[in-house]
């Protein structure tokens, strides 16, 4: 009966994301995918030798139940082994003042290593740092970082929502949103590079569909959509960076990517995965960098750890005249236009449904 329990359970997991609900426990299913491939895999295995020949029908069922749930699990991964083609092409130019190096790092606001952060960055020389999750203490602890870094967006909180933004390079009319939750922030900018190009920097951090954080996955997917939408709508160079809290495979990071038309440099390196870094069986890449056709890759690398539940990502683009060209960027069909725009605007109606009642409750209690 064990071998049945674990088996159904790595079976109901890949079933689980195929449905188009926002609860965490549905959309759960879209993180363990390596994970429950191997699950799947070792089921099947420790069933062929408990299981007597010939199979009675309940076991051959669930024997291809589970092979064929290790397939897909190894298919959504597939496009971030070394041997698939690759999405961003390697840059052969050499790191010029077209070059923009950029680290990005979830501090853990319980951190209290942030001397680790502050080597990082003098052994790295990164021209953009993106913060994660500072409050008041990190943002003050890191205070170094504005003698060589002047150009600043600083919103510490206290909610593991904070963003900081320390960049050597000049910002342009940097912005600080709340897209769809009033107490999520997120960064839009622009940054001139050393040749004078300017190009679009967007930082994100949305709530994660866990059940300390939020029961669903509604405002994280519309605040990626929302953003990937904006992209789209300017088609000018742009990079966005962050801790998205969701996986690079999941159905609404695809539709992010197709709707913004932004590129994936892991696709055909690796998996890179950023979190949970005291856990080596649970990792996945939650931390991303995206960015449109105009860059090629130079660099990129997940750094050791510096005391946070997240691996620092470290790397370096590179703006050429001839990338837009040469690199087809992924294209939304009418179906995902409307599909975003739904899930846009169901989870703002939802969000000021929920305001309205809170605000009625309040009024009863007076």
């Not at 069933?47 to 669930?62: G, R, V, Y």
């Not at 912005?175 to 939750?181: G, P, S």
């Not at 949305?206 to 997917?221: A, G, I, L």
Request: include cysteine.
């Amino acid at each position: 009966m064990t071998v049945y329990a674990v088996g159904a359970t790595a079976i109901i997991l890949t079933i689980l994301p195929f449905l188009k609900f926002g609860m965490w426990w549905v959309r759960i299913g879209d993180f363990p995918r390596l994970q429950i491939a191997f699950l799947c895999l070792a089921t099947t295995i420790l069933s062929i030798l408990l299981f007597e020949f010939p199979l009675e029908t309940i076991e051959t069922i669930f024997l291809l139940g589970l092979i064929a749930c290790a397939l897909y699990q190894l298919y959504c991964v597939l496009p971030y082994l070394p041997f698939y083609p690759k999405q961003v092409q390697t840059s052969r130019s050499p790191l010029d003042e077209n070059t923009i190096k950029l680290l990005i790092f979830n501090v853990f606001i319980e951190n209290r290593q942030s001397a680790k952060l502050l080597q990082a960055v003098e052994k790295l020389d990164p021209d953009v740092i993106l913060l994660a999750e500072p409050d008041e203490r990190w943002v003050r602890e890191v205070a170094a970082l504005e003698k060589s870094y002047p150009y600043t967006v600083l919103y510490p909180l206290d909610n593991a929502y904070g963003m900081a933004l320390y960049s050597r390079l000049e910002l342009d009319s940097p912005q600080l949103n709340f897209f769809i939750e009033d107490d999520i922030p997120s960064i839009i900018t622009g940054v001139k590079l050393k040749s004078g190009k300017t190009i679009n920097l967007y930082c994100l951090h949305p709530r994660p569909p866990v059940p300390t954080e939020s029961n669903r996955s509604n405002e994280r997917d519309a605040e990626l959509l929302f953003v990937g939408r904006m992209i789209n709508e300017r088609d000018e160079p742009t990079i966005t960076a962050g801790d998205f809290n969701d996986v690079a495979w999941s159905r609404t990071t695809k539709l992010f990517q197709k709707i913004s038309g932004l590129l994936d440099p892991r696709v055909g390196r690796g998996l890179y995965t950023s979190f949970h870094a005291k856990y080596p069986i649970l990792r996945f890449p939650l931390d991303h960098v995206f960015h449109s056709n105009h860059f090629r890759l130079a660099e990129l690398r997940r750094l050791p750890s510096l005391g946070s539940d997240h691996f620092p990502i470290f790397i370096a683009l590179s703006y050429e005249s001839d990338a837009e060209q040469a690199q087809e960027e992924p294209v939304a069909t009418p179906e995902d236009e409307r599909e975003a725009v739904e899930t846009i605007i169901e989870t703002l109606e939802m969000i000021e449904a929920e305001e309205a009642e809170n605000e009625k409750a309040q009024k009863r209690d007076i």
